[in-house]
């Protein structure tokens, strides 16, 4: 599972770089190189945009994993370059961005927007594959996700609004439900869809800013 | 007698819809709620329909009451959580209101707020078993109710959706979780529809087919590839086509669906969008 992102509109990132005219830039090696929003070639593009705009560039690294405590390593690799810049933009998940924030008292600012926990499907085409909810279904649903893939997170079965297999949501999104009857039909499981199904728990769903304190203890704080 | 009554009855009962005014001037719902007095026997209040902000349904309802008429709420899990959802069945019932429409709503995104928060807390399956948790006087949280109130409870139905099956096992949870009548989508086809009423012959419930009224031929063919769960078969669009006077032709294929569907099921629920003009045109060429 990655963290699907997108690169900000260079108007917004010019606004938040407002004042700063030195700036070191991060990208990160996994997911950000995946979604080509902060692999090494976005970061030279970032560069050449950012010079264009009359900013200085101090340095710039591609972390492998930016969400982790590589980033105490490569700030302390990168220490002369950082203390010039006026800031860091970091060209990764808003994971990245926060842990990056742990290493360094530089302001951070995030180049990309954070959409979904994915899978890239074929190159370049990314769909979302877990909300997070804390009670996994996907053993009475074959599979498929319904809380991700149907648009309104139904439990019981669909709603009237699909129109040759695709969601009312978007043509290009097949209904979840319609995916899910299908394998249940021929798995012969058809009786999983028949049960009435309880209410979401929305307390068990990590958000926002839950933290489990350790993994034994299952409490959500 | 109100619906409830009558279809336990087994009366053939009508019903329309009115959607509440984009504002408050109501003088256009309340004319069209004048018109149907007296020919319907309740009509619902569209909640939000389409996802369009508007007056909201349960104002809608509290006036029809006070305009003569009975009201059916309906009600969607697009825009509240649990907490609103059973707060405002309360306030339903206090002020008078029995019938509800359980329904899931449409996206938000198909509307005028595209950017607002989607809710789906609970489901059309999960609001019928709500309601149904405050008649037995205890909240979805288990908590005793001071006085708990007793509904009428529709659930709905999409007779030509293009997988079939798994509506039905939809509509046989909704059952189960306590609606007691459904109003259908737009059923254009009486053989189809036959076949589906004989499919859920075992749903001992009181059915209501929906009859929306065409206007031209054109909203046939959109609605065909648009519409989700809509029907409209191609010798219906040609009469259309054909016809000088699109209006009354509408009215004409509207009136020979009812007395087609009339022997397979125990009510209409007809729908013509803003136009209740028709309804009562409809009605009075019926003979209901």
């Given at each position: 599972m990655k963290a699907i992102t997108r690169q900000k509109?260079?108007?917004?990132?010019?606004?938040?770089?407002?004042?700063?005219?030195?700036?070191?830039?991060?990208?990160?090696?996994?997911?950000?190189?995946?979604?080509?929003?902060?692999?090494?070639?976005?970061?030279?593009?970032?560069?050449?945009?950012?010079?264009?705009?009359?900013?200085?560039?101090?340095?710039?690294?591609?972390?492998?994993?930016?969400?982790?405590?590589?980033d105490q390593q490569a700030v302390a690799e990168n220490t002369k370059a950082i203390e010039e810049a006026d800031c860091i933009l970091v060209m990764a998940c808003a994971y990245g961005v926060q842990a990056l924030a742990l290493y360094t008292d530089k302001p951070v600012y995030p180049a990309l927007d954070t959409l979904f926990m994915g899978q890239e499907m074929?190159?370049?085409?990314?769909?979302?594959?877990?909300?997070?909810?804390?009670?996994?279904?996907?053993?009475?649903?074959?599979?498929?996700?319904?809380?991700?893939?149907?648009p309104k997170g139904l439990l019981n079965g669909p709603?009237?609004?699909?129109?040759?297999?695709?969601?009312?949501?978007?043509?290009?999104?097949?209904?979840?439900?319609?995916?899910?009857?299908?394998?249940?039909?021929?798995?012969?499981?058809?009786?999983?869809?028949?049960?009435?199904?309880?209410?979401?728990?929305?307390?068990?769903?990590?958000?926002?800013?839950?933290?489990?304190?350790?993994?034994?203890d299952d409490q959500l704080k | 007698m109100n619906l409830r009554e009558k279809l336990a009855a087994g009366r053939f009962v009508v019903t329309c819809e009115v959607g509440p005014p984009k504002?408050?001037?109501?003088?256009?719902?309340?004319?069209?709620?004048?018109?149907?007095?007296?020919?319907?026997?309740?009509?619902?209040?569209?909640?939000?329909?389409?996802?369009?902000?508007?007056?909201?349904?349960l104002a809608g309802c509290v006036l029809l009451t006070q305009w003569g008429l009975e009201p059916v709420l309906q009600m969607t899990c697009r825009d509240r959580n649990r907490i609103a959802l059973q707060s405002d069945l309360l306030s339903a019932y206090a002020l008078g209101i029995e019938n509800v429409l359980c329904l899931t709503g449409d996206y938000v995104t198909l509307g005028d707020h595209p950017q607002a928060k989607p809710v789906f807390d609970l489901d059309s399956v999960s609001l019928i078993e709500t309601a149904r948790q405050l008649e037995k006087g205890h909240d979805l949280a288990g908590k005793e109710l001071k006085g708990s109130p007793r509904f009428f409870i529709g659930a709905c139905v999409t007779p030509e959706a293009d997988v079939l099956e798994p509506q039905i096992i939809k509509m046989d949870k909704k059952v189960e979780a306590g609606a007691q009548f459904f109003q259908t989508q737009a059923v254009y086809d009486a053989g189809r529809f036959a076949d589906f009423m004989s499919t859920v012959r075992h749903i001992k419930v009181p059915i209501l087919a929906g009859i929306v009224v065409l206007r031209s031929a054109a909203m046939g063919r959109y609605m065909n590839e648009k519409a989700a769960g809509i029907r409209v078969p191609e010798r219906l669009i040609d009469e259309m086509d054909r016809a000088p006077d699109k209006a009354a032709k509408g009215v004409e294929i509207a009136v020979r669906t009812i007395a087609e569907v009339k022997g397979l099921c125990q009510g209409v629920h007809i729908m013509t969008i803003g136009q209740e003009k028709r309804t009562s045109d409809i009605i009075d060429a019926a003979g209901l």
């Open positions: 509109a260079l108007a917004e990132i010019e606004r938040m770089l407002d004042g700063n005219s030195r700036v070191f830039i991060v990208g990160c090696g996994t997911c950000a190189t995946m979604c080509r929003t902060g692999g090494k070639a976005e970061l030279l593009d970032m560069e050449r945009k950012l010079t264009n705009l009359g900013k200085t560039v101090t340095g710039s690294v591609v972390i492998p994993t930016v969400c982790d405590a590589l074929s190159p370049g085409v990314f769909s979302e594959v877990c909300v997070q909810c804390g009670e996994c279904v996907l053993e009475w649903t074959s599979g498929i996700c319904p809380l991700t893939a149907c709603c009237g609004g699909a129109k040759n297999g695709k969601c009312e949501v978007s043509a290009l999104k097949d209904c979840a439900w319609e995916v899910i009857y299908d394998r249940l039909r021929k798995q012969g499981k058809l009786g999983n869809l028949k049960k009435r199904r309880a209410l979401r728990n929305f307390a068990a769903s990590a958000k926002p800013g839950t933290y489990l304190v350790d993994s034994k | 504002g408050v001037d109501i003088t256009d719902m309340r004319r069209s709620a004048e018109r149907v007095r007296g020919k319907v026997d309740a009509v619902n209040v569209t909640d939000q329909q389409s996802s369009v902000m508007r007056l909201g349904s």
